[in-house]
């Protein structure tokens, strides 16, 4: 069977991932912390946390809440910075055999693009992902990637900044995510992935406050899977670039499901918070069930429920 999917088919380098399967940004440390618990190395490739200019420490505590079906996180992208990326990480990854993309995010688009210059040409780091969708910071993310115009600018420069294939990662919060997504492919995004957390809140009801430090938080897991599922269904029949499904994937069948509505891959997010080893048992199905219906190439799988 072949699993690999080519992610960036019009950059001149490509982005060939061994399979569809991928960490999502923000729920897998940097690989390293998961090493121990299953071969890394057998996945399609790990998406980091996503990395500032400067080094971040987040928003105030707490910064987690459980929901139904769901969690919701106001982290801040607490974060090493680039440089301390740069030097203590990416040798590890210069030696795996697994892709490693890493998120970025900034406030101006002038910190997107400084970030992806100092990752441009770095051994280890195959891609950079754009986080125009963060919730939790109060500038920058997820501000940028509610409009069009505004999406396509940190695209454009970040585009000039860097020669790495460039991911764009997509908010729910907006009200036509297919239009961001055709501005930020116009603008040069080799690849779109998609969704962000939905913004949310908790209340505490003994304290009567909010449960989060930071009031709202961005809400993941399985109790979003219908609302990405849909969006990368209108986003993949609208762009030319390939799509890569996020949003509450928890099994194989939840994968599927994503491919079969036109992403060419999956990352797997808040599901490795209740098993660590969720990417794995993710590709593991994706190979049992293309080996039950006979499917030869992850490719004939995709946008399978469109045609
Ligand atoms: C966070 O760090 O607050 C979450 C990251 C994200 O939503 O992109």
Same mark, same amino acid.
């Given at each position: 069977?072949?699993?690999?999917?080519?992610?960036?088919?019009?950059?001149?380098?490509?982005?060939?991932?061994?399979?569809?399967?991928?960490?999502?940004?923000?729920?897998?440390?940097?690989?390293?912390?998961?090493?121990?618990?299953?071969?890394?190395?057998?996945?399609?490739?790990?998406?980091?946390?996503?990395?500032?200019?400067?080094?971040?420490?987040?928003?105030?505590?707490?910064?987690?809440?459980?929901?139904?079906?769901?969690?919701?996180?106001?982290?801040?992208?607490?974060?090493?910075?680039?440089?301390?990326?740069?030097?203590?990480?990416?040798?590890?990854?210069?030696?795996?055999?697994?892709?490693?993309?890493?998120?970025?995010?900034?406030?101006?688009?002038?910190?997107?693009?400084?970030?992806?210059?100092?990752?441009?040409?770095?051994?280890?780091?195959?891609?950079?992902?754009?986080?125009?969708?963060?919730?939790?910071?109060?500038?920058?993310?997820?501000?940028?990637?509610?409009?069009?115009?505004?999406?396509?600018?940190?695209?454009?420069?970040?585009?000039? $900044?860097?020669?790495? %294939?460039? &991911?764009?990662?997509? =908010?729910?919060?907006? *009200?036509?995510? +297919?239009?961001?997504? /055709? #501005?930020?492919?116009?603008?040069?995004?080799?690849?779109?992935?998609?969704?962000?957390?939905?913004?949310?809140?908790?209340?505490?009801? $003994?304290?009567?406050? %909010?449960? &989060?430090?930071?009031? =709202?938080?961005?809400? *993941?897991?399985? +109790?979003?899977?219908? /609302? #990405?599922?849909?969006?990368?269904?209108?986003?993949?029949?609208?762009?030319?670039?390939?799509?890569?499904?996020?949003?509450?994937?928890?099994?194989?069948?939840?994968?599927?499901?994503?491919?079969?509505?036109?992403?060419?891959?999956?990352?797997?997010?808040?599901?490795?918070?209740?098993?660590?080893?969720?990417?794995?048992?993710?590709?593991?199905?994706?190979?049992?069930?293309?080996?039950?219906?006979?499917?030869?190439?992850?490719?004939?799988?995709?946008?399978?429920?469109?045609?």
């Amino acid at each position: 069977m072949n699993l690999s999917i080519q992610l960036a088919p019009k950059h001149h380098q490509g982005l060939l991932l061994a399979n569809p399967v991928m960490t999502a940004a923000g729920t897998f440390g940097y690989g390293t912390e998961y090493n121990h618990i299953f071969d890394i190395q057998k996945l399609g490739a790990i998406v980091c946390k996503g990395t500032t200019l400067e080094p971040r420490d987040g928003n105030p505590q707490p910064r987690l809440a459980e929901t139904a079906c769901g969690l919701l996180n106001s982290i801040g992208l607490q974060n090493i910075g680039v440089k301390a990326l740069i030097r203590d990480k990416a040798p590890i990854w210069a030696i795996w055999r697994v892709l490693v993309i890493v998120n970025i995010a900034g406030e101006t688009i002038d910190d997107y693009a400084k970030v992806a210059d100092e990752l441009d040409g770095v051994a280890g780091i195959s891609a950079v992902e754009v986080n125009i969708s963060c919730p939790n910071i109060k500038a920058g993310g997820a501000e940028f990637g509610a409009n069009p115009d505004s999406a396509a600018r940190v695209v454009a420069a970040v585009k000039a $900044a860097t020669s790495l %294939p460039v &991911l764009v990662k997509l =908010t729910p919060n907006t *009200s036509d995510i +297919a239009k961001v997504a /055709v #501005a930020v492919a116009e603008a040069g995004a080799d690849a779109i992935s998609l969704i962000n957390t939905v913004k949310g809140m908790a209340i505490d009801i $003994a304290r009567r406050r %909010p449960l &989060l430090g930071d009031i =709202t938080g961005g809400l *993941s897991g399985p +109790a979003i899977k219908p /609302v #990405a599922l849909y969006m990368v269904y209108e986003v993949a029949g609208a762009v030319g670039v390939p799509v890569v499904g996020c949003g509450g994937i928890t099994t194989a069948s939840d994968a599927i499901e994503f491919i079969m509505a036109g992403a060419s891959a999956i990352q797997v997010g808040t599901a490795s918070f209740n098993n660590p080893r969720a990417p794995l048992d993710i590709l593991e199905g994706i190979e049992e069930f293309m080996q039950k219906e006979g499917i030869e190439n992850l490719t004939d799988l995709i946008g399978a429920a469109r045609r």
